[in-house]
């Protein structure tokens, strides 16, 4: 990614052994086909995998453990850009139609990878919260159901999150399927 970014990657390898937290780099993370999403989502999808987060630090980025002792690391706040860049896919999404030419029957990702090939936006499944909330391993095997017809993509998103405990957050390049907050 050095090389594809122009940006320098250092891994803070003493925070990681100081938390007793394997480095990302010798951790296996799922990471989809995401075709037009941000080098920021990219970090975020596959280090929220790894327990790590990253910073800024002058030209690298630093690949830090998701805690510090007792208090919790975060990623580095969305930018106004960013957040503008949600406002309009919100916007843009919400006048979108998906076809369903025939009732459709099985897994989750189908039926996303679907979609997204249809209007051209990445949607994610993000397993790894769902494997937080609720200890699911394989939520895009998940089987949904959707009856043929057009209708717009929030509703059909709100119909197939239903299915599997789940909802849908739209960032600016992307949308991602978590599970339900818990409200306990």
Do not use: C
């Amino acid at each position: 990614m050095e090389d594809r970014y122009e940006i320098k990657f250092v891994v803070d390898r003493p925070a990681f052994a100081k938390e007793k937290i394997q480095e990302p780099g010798s951790r296996a993370a799922q990471i989809p086909k995401l075709p037009g999403v941000s080098l920021d989502t990219m970090l975020r999808l596959l280090l929220e995998q790894t327990d790590a987060v990253f910073e800024i630090r002058g030209q690298q980025i630093v690949i830090l453990p998701n805690r510090d002792g007792t208090k919790r690391r975060s990623f580095p706040p969305y930018t106004q850009a960013q957040l503008a860049a949600r406002k309009t896919m919100r916007e843009k999404i919400a006048k979108l139609q998906i076809k369903v030419y025939k009732d459709f029957d099985g897994e989750l990702k189908d039926i996303l990878e679907g979609m997204s090939d249809q209007h051209g936006v990445s949607i994610i499944i993000d397993a790894a919260e769902f494997r937080r909330a609720r200890k699911v391993d394989a939520v895009g095997q998940s089987r949904v159901k959707l009856k043929s017809g057009t209708l717009p993509v929030p509703q059909a998103l709100d119909k197939i999150t239903g299915q599997i405990k789940g909802r849908y957050e739209i960032y600016g390049d992307h949308i991602r399927i978590l599970p339900i907050r818990d409200e306990s």
